[in-house]
């Protein structure tokens, strides 16, 4: 692929990965995967590269860039934004791995697929300079698509205390078994990853505390992170709700869209005489629906904003991102929800676009990162004063 200038966002290609991913969208969520063309207008996009250090050749952006980017396509095929979030989120955990690590993971370029789970599904042992990894992990989109995978395993060495570490691992050391049935987000193949007895040279690991504490390898030092250290350089509790929040508020102004069509004809009809609600319950629909997705956009904006600053993010802050990310799924499904309730049936068929972004924006809200009671709780922690002793 042409190398691209690292101040250009993939925001201008967005347009193209949106109407490409619209007209495979159907066949997508038949095939539980994306369609191989969309994958590589999504690559070549510059989402991969978008956070890849510049010393390895890529962009070193920031949030604020791929907001509207990643909600572009989201309007369109939530599944193929789902899948742009997990290249933009992969490639930027990337680059905490050591430097010898990351020249080769990037040695082909910075246009390469990285996808992986954060669930401890794995274990490993120290073997020859390295670790020796077994493990099963769930749910891992695009999988079928990746160059590399990034998986959290729990490495136990004699005589030491268990420590979690991120592994990275080439597309020939693991396996892929097609196990995605969820109703919605059909077409992000998420599928199950293994690794057995697969040896890991140290150089492709990292402790997943320095992912957690956004603590970047050799800090300071040339250690090729270069430009693009500040978005790296971001605890992943800070950002992380927001690449799975991105694709779900693209989901609600397409359904917002797609709805607002359909009301347009109604009250055309209306206006001829045709059965239907009166007026005052399209637009009454319309302006909630609009103005709440609105409010989740803004919040979305604000967390980007805060991930791009170049300050050190304080507990607070973090706290208020999570709580954001997850109230902002519980909005986004409400306004979707209300959409979809006064489609008719005419949205509920199933070759209306409609019931896809309605079906695919529940299925994202069920992710673990998004419930609202955890996150409300680590922020009443740090914002909430400690009570007096005795009380």
């Keep these: 692929m042409s ?11 967005a347009a ?15 095939a539980r995967s994306l369609d191989p063309d969309v994958v590589r207008e999504l690559v070549g996009a510059g989402f991969a590269r978008h956070f890849v250090p510049v010393a390895h050749g890529g962009r070193g952006g920031g949030f604020t860039a791929v907001t509207d980017a990643v909600a572009t ?22 680059a905490f791995l050591p430097e010898e690590g990351r020249k080769r993971l990037w040695q082909d370029g910075p246009d390469i697929l990285v996808v992986g789970s954060v669930s401890p599904r794995g274990r490993a042992l120290p073997k020859d300079g390295g670790w020796q990894l077994t493990g099963t ?21 004699p005589d030491a205390p268990a420590e979690r570490r991120i592994f990275a691992l080439p597309r020939s050391a693991y396996s892929i078994e097609r196990t995605w049935a969820d109703i919605g987000m059909r077409a992000t193949g998420s599928h199950t990853l293994t690794v057995d007895d697969v040896h890991v040279p140290e150089v492709l690991s990292f402790p997943v505390d320095d992912l957690m504490a ?7 030092a040339d250690s090729g992170a270069g430009p693009g250290a500040t978005a790296a350089a971001v605890p992943l509790a800070a950002v992380n709700g927001l690449f799975f929040c991105l694709p779900m508020l693209g989901a609600a102004e397409g359904a917002l869209a797609h709805w607002s069509s359909y009301a347009t004809g109604q009250l055309r009809a209306e206006g001829s005489g045709g059965p239907g609600p009166g007026r005052a319950f399209y637009e009454e629909t319309l302006a909630r629906a609009a103005g709440t997705i609105d409010a989740a956009r803004l919040l979305l904006e604000r967390v980007a904003a805060v991930a791009d600053s170049g300050r050190e993010i304080t507990a607070l802050e973090t706290a208020r991102a999570q709580r954001d990310c997850a109230l902002v799924a519980d ?42 009671g955890p996150n409300a709780s680590a922020y009443a922690a740090r914002a909430l004063p400690a009570q007096p002793a005795g009380r």
Excluded: N
């Design 73 to 94: 396509i989201g309007a369109a095929c939530p599944a193929t934004a789902w899948c742009a979030s997990i290249a933009l989120s992969l490639s930027r955990m990337a």
């Design 137 to 157: 992990w769930p749910y891992v989109s695009a999988v079928e698509h990746s160059d590399w995978a990034l998986v959290l395993g729990l490495a136990k060495a």
């Design 3 to 13: 190398p691209q200038s690292p101040s250009v966002p993939p925001a201008p290609a």
């Design 214 to 220: 956004g603590r970047l390898p050799d800090a300071g």
């Design 331 to 372: 909005l986004l499904v409400g306004a979707v929800d209300r959409l979809f309730r006064a489609s008719g049936t005419a949205g509920h068929s199933e070759s209306s676009p409609l019931q896809r972004l309605w079906r695919d924006v529940h299925s994202a809200a069920g992710h673990v990162v998004l419930q609202f």
């Design 16 to 30: 193209a990965v949106s109407a490409l991913a619209a007209g495979r969208a159907t066949a997508a969520e038949a």
